[in-house]
């Protein structure tokens, strides 16, 4: 079983940064793609990046340019910065994890004020 810690999530002027991250333990099989998704109230979850093994990245079309994802191999850890928030990035942001089976972190609240 996957446990994913997330942290980093907050309040945050618009305009400001923050930066998430996302530890993984406990996998016996090798950690694939790790990425970050965010649902805002009354929407649906949507992808916000995603990044492969080797580091291949792709963005929702949203954040590019503002945020850039990047992970620590060695540390099973994936991070999310984010610059020049906006309101509407304003989501629980939660971490998603392939490995073998798909796991998801609990979610962490950002919140950009304007």
């Known amino acids: 079983q996957v446990q994913l810690v997330e942290s980093g999530g907050g309040l945050v002027q618009a305009g400001g940064s923050l930066r998430l991250s996302c530890a993984a333990s406990?996998?016996?099989?090798?950690?694939?793609?790790m990425g970050w998704y965010r649902q805002a109230p009354g929407k649906q979850r949507e992808l916000v990046a995603r990044?492969?093994?080797?580091?291949?990245?792709n963005y929702a079309d949203s954040v590019k340019g503002r945020f850039t994802i990047s992970r620590d191999n060695a540390k099973n850890t994936v991070y999310l910065q984010m610059n020049s928030l906006k309101p509407e990035d304003t989501a629980v942001y939660y971490c998603?994890?392939?490995?073998?089976?798909?796991?998801w972190g609990q979610g962490t609240q950002v919140t950009v004020s304007s």
């Open positions: 406990g996998s016996a099989f090798t950690i694939n793609d």
């Open positions: 998603n994890v392939d490995s073998l089976l798909i796991y």
């Open positions: 990044i492969s093994r080797r580091g291949n990245t």
